[in-house]
């Protein structure tokens, strides 16, 4: 499995032969400049609640490669009014795809859509095939539903959190997330793009450190072979 950083909540995740993008942001972010979204391949684009920093080229790349959103049952049939094609899930589900399995599990936030449509409620990701099982926890405060994942999810390899604090959760929380979850190695997201959320790299790497787990900071448009 590759991974990908492509800027503020967005992965490009290849795995079992399939391109799956998550939450894409990355016209609109200065910080992912270097990446140009018409080299972008995706199967499925997965998103994670209703916000502009987490689908500003869902439609873009969804028109250009033929893909298929996963998201929520209302942010699925906003996309379907516009000829996008898409698979609704809801928290708590969880549903075999061509690449893996996928868990919509809760978030703490809100997801109102860019046009003011209501976006339903914000969630996170669980996925897995027989190579590879993270989590992706989408815009969330720390949350005790974190508990569950462990509980009915396979053995996470690595867990994508936000840290930049203010819209989430900060990253002495997402520790005590890691903790919830069961996971050591964390890779970042969330942070740096926008004057409220950027943060103190070290401070963040240390806090982690001291936990005895790793924090990965990843450049957007560098990648992680699992
Ligand atoms: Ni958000
Ligand atoms: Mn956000």
Known sequence: MNLTYLGHSSFHIHTKGFNIIFDPFISPNSLASGI???NIKSDFIL??????DHLADAEFLSKQ??????SNYEIVSWYESKGIKGHPMNHGGKRSFEFGTVKYVNAIHSSMLPDGSYGGAPGGFVVWNNEVSFYFAGDTALTW??????ITCPKLDFAILPIGDNFTMGYEDAVIASDFIQV????ACHYDTFGYIKINHDAAIKEFKN???ELILLEPGSSLEF
Not at 184 to 187: E, F, L, P, Y
């Open 65 to 70: 490669n033929d893909s298929t959103i996963i």
């Open 211 to 213: 936990a005895g787990k």
């Open 36 to 38: 140009d979204i018409k």
């Open 47 to 52: 998103l994670s609640h209703g916000h502009g």
């Open 184 to 187: 050591d190695k964390i890779i």
């Open 145 to 150: 539903d974190m508990k569950l994942i462990p």
